[in-house]
Nanobody
Framework: QVQLVESGGGSVQAGGSLRLSCAAS????????MAWFRQAPGKEREFVAHIDWSGHNTFYADSAKGRFTITRDNAKNTGFLQMNSLKPEDTAVYLC????????????????WGQGTQVTVSS
């Protein structure tokens, strides 16, 4: 079992930046693909980005390309999501997820989830 805890959310103005962290415990995160999803009120959970076990391969949703960067530090058992040029439409609860398989962009494909951290972007 892997336990995930997100942090780093907050309220920023449009154009600002936030860095989210996802701290893992229970097992080494090096054996897991890590992903970020987000969910806005009244909307379905949406894939944001994922990163493979080594950190060498990443994939982003179109909404995140060029503005967000997903990274990981296996030695610290932590994943990160750097978010720049934030827009009001980025407002959501951001959730970290992990799974042993690469390629998943649906929430159903991930076995382990954090509780989420709120990101609010004002115009």
């Amino acid at each position: 079992q892997v336990q995930l805890v997100e942090s780093g959310g907050g309220s920023v103005q449009a154009g600002g930046s936030l860095r989210l962290s996802c701290a893992a415990s229970g097992r080494s995160i090096s054996g897991y693909v890590m992903a970020w999803f987000r969910q806005a009120p009244g909307k379905e959970r949406e894939f944001v980005a994922h990163i493979d076990w080594s950190g060498h391969n990443t994939f982003y949703a179109d909404s995140a390309k060029g503005r967000f960067t997903i990274t990981r530090d296996n030695a610290k058992n932590t994943g990160f999501l750097q978010m720049n040029s934030l827009k009001p439409e980025d407002t959501a609860v951001y959730l970290c997820a992990a799974d042993t398989y690469w390629g998943g962009r649906e929430s159903s494909e991930y076995d382990y989830w954090g509780q989420g951290t709120q990101v609010t972007v004002s115009s």
